[in-house]
C-alpha cells in the first residue's frame, strides 16, 4: 500500500497528466480552428507527455521499476515532437545535427533504464521508484537539453515580439520557465535529503506552465509566428497600368512609392513571359527582403506582400487573399479601377486572412535592391 509521500507524487503525477490532456485536446481543437497541421505534432508531444505521466505515476503507487522505464518510451518521443514543432514553427525545418543529437541523448536514456542498475525502489521509507546510476545522468542530459531548446524559443518570441503581443509573451516566457527551468530546479531539490517534498511540487509546477503556454497560444496565434517572419506590407497592383488599388502594412513604414513595385513586378512578369511562358511570378528575392507575389491569370491583378522571409503560411495566405479580393472587386476592375477608393474595403479581408500576421510599430521596411528571383 502507497503511503506519505509516495501518495502525493502518484497524485501529482496524475494531475500533470491530466493537465497534459487538457493541453492536447486544446491543441487538436486549436488545428480546427487554424488549420495549422504544424500543431499536430504540438498536441502529439501533449498526447505522449499525458501517457508518460499515467504511467509514472502508476510505477511510484505499484512500485513497479518496468513501468517506470517503459513510461520514458512516450516522454522521450513527446520531447522529440515538441522539438521537431519549435524548430518549424522558427524556420520552417529541423536542424539534423541538433535532431541527431537529441536522438542520441534519448536511446542511452531509454537503454539505461531497462539496464540492471538504472532503478531503485525505496520501501524504507516507502517512497516510490528512483532513478539512480547511469540512468540519472543520461536522464539530467536529456531534462537539461529539453529544458533549454523550449524555454530558449519562448525567450527568443517574448524578445522579439511586437509591444502589442508584449503582454502575452510575458505570460508565454512565465509558463515556459516553470515548465522548464523552474521544475528542474525543483527537481533539483527534490533529490536531497529531508527536501523530497519539492518532486512532487515539480509535477504540479511542471502541469500548469505547459498549461499556460498552450492556453496564450490558444487565445494569441500570432506569437508562433513572430520568429518565422516579419511582415512589412501588402499590396494590390493592376499590372496593366502599375496602379496601386490598395495597400496595408502591418509596420509602420516610411513613405515608399508603390509605382517602384508595379515597375518591378511588371518587368520580372515580362522576363518570366518569355522565358517560361507562365504569367505568374511567386517570390522576388533582395538582400534583406522578399517579395511574394501572387497572379490572378483572369484579371490583371497581382497581390505582393513584402516580409523578412517566405513561409508557407503567408503564401498560402496570399492565395487567399488574391482570390477573395478579385471576387470581391472584380465588377470594379473591370470599371474604373482609377478610383482606388472603392478598395478600401479590402482591409476587412487582410484582417480575416492575415489574423496570424504580428504587426510592429516604428519600423522601417529594408532596403529593397539586389533582387533575386525565385
Same mark, same amino acid.
Given at each position: 500500500?502507497?503511503?506519505?509521500?509516495?501518495?502525493?507524487?502518484?497524485?501529482?503525477?496524475? /494531475?500533470?497528466?491530466?493537465?497534459?490532456?487538457?493541453?492536447?485536446?486544446?491543441?487538436?481543437?486549436? %488545428?480546427?480552428?487554424?488549420?495549422?497541421?504544424?500543431?499536430?505534432?504540438?498536441?502529439?508531444?501533449?498526447?505522449? @507527455?499525458?501517457?508518460?505521466?499515467?504511467?509514472?505515476?502508476?510505477?511510484?503507487?505499484?512500485?513497479?521499476?518496468?513501468?517506470?522505464?517503459?513510461?520514458?518510451?512516450?516522454?522521450?518521443?513527446?520531447?522529440?515532437?515538441?522539438?521537431?514543432?519549435?524548430?518549424?514553427?522558427?524556420?520552417?525545418?529541423?536542424?539534423?545535427?541538433?535532431?541527431?543529437?537529441? %536522438?542520441?541523448?534519448?536511446?542511452?536514456?531509454?537503454?539505461?533504464?531497462? /539496464?540492471?542498475?538504472?532503478?531503485?525502489?525505496?520501501?524504507?521509507?516507502?517512497?516510490?521508484?528512483?532513478?539512480?546510476?547511469?540512468?540519472?545522468?543520461? @536522464?539530467?542530459?536529456?531534462?537539461?537539453?529539453?529544458?533549454?531548446?523550449?524555454?530558449?524559443?519562448?525567450?527568443?518570441?517574448?524578445?522579439?515580439?511586437?509591444?502589442?503581443?508584449?503582454?502575452?509573451?510575458?505570460?508565454?516566457?512565465?509558463?515556459?520557465?516553470?515548465?522548464?527551468?523552474?521544475? %528542474?530546479?525543483?527537481?533539483?531539490?527534490?533529490?536531497?535529503?529531508?527536501?523530497?517534498?519539492? $518532486?512532487?511540487?515539480?509535477?504540479?509546477?511542471?502541469?500548469?506552465?505547459?498549461?499556460?503556454?498552450?492556453?496564450?497560444?490558444?487565445?494569441?496565434?500570432?506569437?508562433?509566428?513572430?520568429?518565422?517572419?516579419?511582415?512589412?506590407?501588402?499590396?494590390?497592383?493592376?499590372?496593366?497600368?502599375?496602379?496601386?488599388?490598395?495597400?496595408?502594412?502591418?509596420?509602420?513604414?516610411?513613405?515608399?512609392?508603390?509605382?517602384?513595385?508595379?515597375?518591378?513586378? @511588371?518587368?520580372?512578369? $515580362?522576363?518570366?513571359?518569355?522565358?517560361?511562358?507562365?504569367?505568374? %511570378?511567386?517570390?522576388?528575392?533582395?538582400?534583406?527582403?522578399?517579395?511574394?507575389?501572387?497572379?490572378?491569370?483572369?484579371?490583371?491583378?497581382?497581390?505582393?506582400?513584402?516580409?523578412?522571409?517566405?513561409?508557407?503560411?503567408?503564401?498560402?495566405?496570399?492565395? &487567399?487573399?488574391? &482570390?477573395?479580393?478579385?471576387?470581391?472587386?472584380?465588377?470594379?476592375?473591370?470599371?474604373?479601377?482609377?478610383?482606388?477608393?472603392?478598395? &478600401?474595403?479590402?482591409?476587412?479581408?487582410?484582417?480575416?486572412?492575415?489574423?496570424?500576421?504580428?504587426?510592429?510599430?516604428?519600423? &522601417?521596411?529594408?532596403?529593397?535592391?539586389?533582387?533575386?528571383?525565385?
Amino acid at each position: 500500500m502507497a503511503s506519505g509521500l509516495n501518495l502525493l507524487l502518484g497524485i501529482t503525477t496524475f /494531475l500533470a497528466g491530466t493537465l497534459s490532456l487538457v493541453n492536447a485536446i486544446l491543441t487538436l481543437l486549436y %488545428v480546427r480552428r487554424r488549420k495549422n497541421r504544424v500543431i499536430y505534432i504540438f498536441s502529439a508531444n501533449w498526447f505522449l @507527455q499525458a501517457i508518460f505521466w499515467f504511467l509514472d505515476g502508476t510505477a511510484h503507487l505499484t512500485y513497479n521499476p518496468l513501468i517506470m522505464a517503459i513510461s520514458f518510451i512516450p516522454q522521450t518521443i513527446g520531447v522529440l515532437c515538441l522539438f521537431i514543432y519549435i524548430e518549424l514553427i522558427e524556420k520552417e525545418n529541423v536542424s539534423p545535427i541538433k535532431a541527431s543529437i537529441l %536522438v542520441v541523448i534519448e536511446l542511452l536514456y531509454l537503454m539505461s533504464a531497462f /539496464l540492471p542498475g538504472g532503478m531503485r525502489v525505496d520501501k524504507t521509507p516507502p517512497y516510490g521508484v528512483h532513478i539512480i546510476g547511469l540512468c540519472r545522468i543520461f @536522464q539530467i542530459i536529456f531534462l537539461v537539453f529539453y529544458v533549454l531548446f523550449y524555454f530558449s524559443w519562448s525567450y527568443k518570441t517574448w524578445r522579439k515580439s511586437p509591444s502589442e503581443l508584449k503582454q502575452k509573451a510575458t505570460v508565454l516566457l512565465l509558463g515556459s520557465a516553470l515548465f522548464s527551468v523552474v521544475t %528542474v530546479l525543483m527537481y533539483a531539490l527534490g533529490s536531497l535529503e529531508g527536501l523530497k517534498i519539492f $518532486n512532487p511540487l515539480g509535477f504540479v509546477v511542471h502541469g500548469v506552465g505547459a498549461l499556460l503556454t498552450v492556453i496564450v497560444i490558444w487565445q494569441e496565434p500570432k506569437l508562433i509566428y513572430v520568429l518565422r517572419f516579419k511582415a512589412y506590407r501588402i499590396i494590390v497592383l493592376e499590372t496593366g497600368s502599375g496602379t496601386a488599388l490598395f495597400k496595408h502594412d502591418w509596420a509602420e513604414l516610411r513613405d515608399i512609392d508603390e509605382n517602384f513595385f508595379s515597375m518591378m513586378l @511588371q518587368a520580372i512578369s $515580362n522576363v518570366l513571359n518569355e522565358l517560361l511562358h507562365k504569367g505568374e %511570378v511567386r517570390e522576388v528575392y533582395t538582400d534583406q527582403a522578399v517579395l511574394l507575389i501572387q497572379h490572378n491569370l483572369q484579371y490583371p491583378i497581382a497581390s505582393v506582400i513584402i516580409a523578412s522571409k517566405s513561409c508557407k503560411s503567408l503564401r498560402y495566405g496570399l492565395k &487567399e487573399f488574391n &482570390e477573395q479580393f478579385v471576387s470581391k472587386y472584380s465588377s470594379d476592375i473591370e470599371k474604373n479601377y482609377h478610383n482606388v477608393s472603392r478598395f &478600401e474595403g479590402a482591409s476587412a479581408i487582410v484582417d480575416k486572412v492575415f489574423d496570424f500576421v504580428p504587426e510592429y510599430q516604428h519600423e &522601417e521596411l529594408p532596403v529593397l535592391n539586389e533582387v533575386k528571383m525565385g
